[in-house]
């Protein structure tokens, strides 16, 4: 057993643990921290797959920022405990229990059949080099994906700008 | 690096599906977005996994594209639960079940 292997079983144990109590939770703020602990062992799958940058990236972005909005939005709206005083619904409960099981086995059986590698994994080692990862990722944001990369830009300006009407108190 | 890259898919696989039973499960609408976000982080991984075993750096980029949507996409969408909040006084999707107002 070689250490790649247990920070493997580590990190995944503790992301998949932590998104099983988001789910069970009812309080949403600790639902927001499970999903931190998960974010942080996604973190750790990113550099074993040797993407460094991409999980800094997760880790400042998702962890750093959605979520601390996510905290904001509830400690404004004053969420506390989800209300459980009638389950109205429990036919449509059940099924979308069924419909999760039945969809997540199906895809844990897809990708784990289709999972063999097109390409040699030594290949993969040799041409995402970890120390090289940021200048890669800048020479494609700026050559194959920069229309992308400027349609981004634009999209982000308009989130910003729609979030700041839709918040707004008055809208006359 | 030991790991096989079957493990990476699976553990990806079932953040995915987790993320789907939050969403289609829960009640209110804060819940169901985060499980969105945890969704959209599940398929990052999956992007990473097949683009090490591809040796395509292209996974790196789109993933980082995934990133900059979810954070645009939650602004959005927290602003539209605020307004909801302030129209309704509640974001338990099972009671804004009107298309009026």
């Known amino acids: 057993m070689t250490g790649g292997l247990v920070l493997f079983a580590l990190a995944a144990g503790l992301a998949i643990a932590f998104a099983l109590a988001m789910i069970v939770e009812t309080s949403p703020v600790r639902s927001v921290l499970s999903l931190v602990v998960t974010f942080f062992g996604i973190t750790v799958l990113a550099i074993l797959l040797a993407a460094p940058f991409i999980a800094a990236i997760i880790m400042i972005v998702y962890a750093g920022a959605i979520l601390v909005l996510f905290l904001f939005v509830i400690m404004l709206l004053n969420l506390n405990e989800e209300a459980r005083e009638k389950d109205a619904r429990p036919v449509q409960r059940v099924l979308g229990l069924v419909a999760v099981l039945a969809l997540g086995g199906l895809l844990l059986g897809l990708t784990l059949r289709a999972g063999a590698p097109p390409v040699a994994p030594s290949a993969a080692a040799a041409k995402i080099p970890s120390p090289d990862e940021i200048p890669l990722i800048g020479r494609l944001l700026f050559s194959d994906y920069l229309f992308a990369f400027e349609a981004v830009a634009v999209l982000l300006l308009a989130a910003a700008v729609g979030a700041l009407i839709l918040s707004k108190r008055r809208m006359d | ?101």
């Open chain 2, 1 to 101: 690096m030991s790991v096989p890259p079957a493990a990476f898919l699976a553990a990806g696989t079932i953040l995915f599906a987790i993320g789907l039973a939050g969403a289609l499960l829960k009640r209110n609408a804060l819940s169901i977005f985060l499980s969105i976000e945890l969704m959209m982080n599940a398929v990052n991984l999956l992007f990473l996994a097949y683009g090490r075993m591809r040796g395509d750096a292209s996974s790196h980029v789109i993933v980082f594209f995934v990133i900059a949507i979810a954070a645009a996409e939650a602004a959005v969408g927290l602003a539209v639960f605020v307004a909801l909040f302030r129209s309704r006084q509640t974001i338990e999707v099972d009671r804004v079940n009107l298309l009026k107002w």
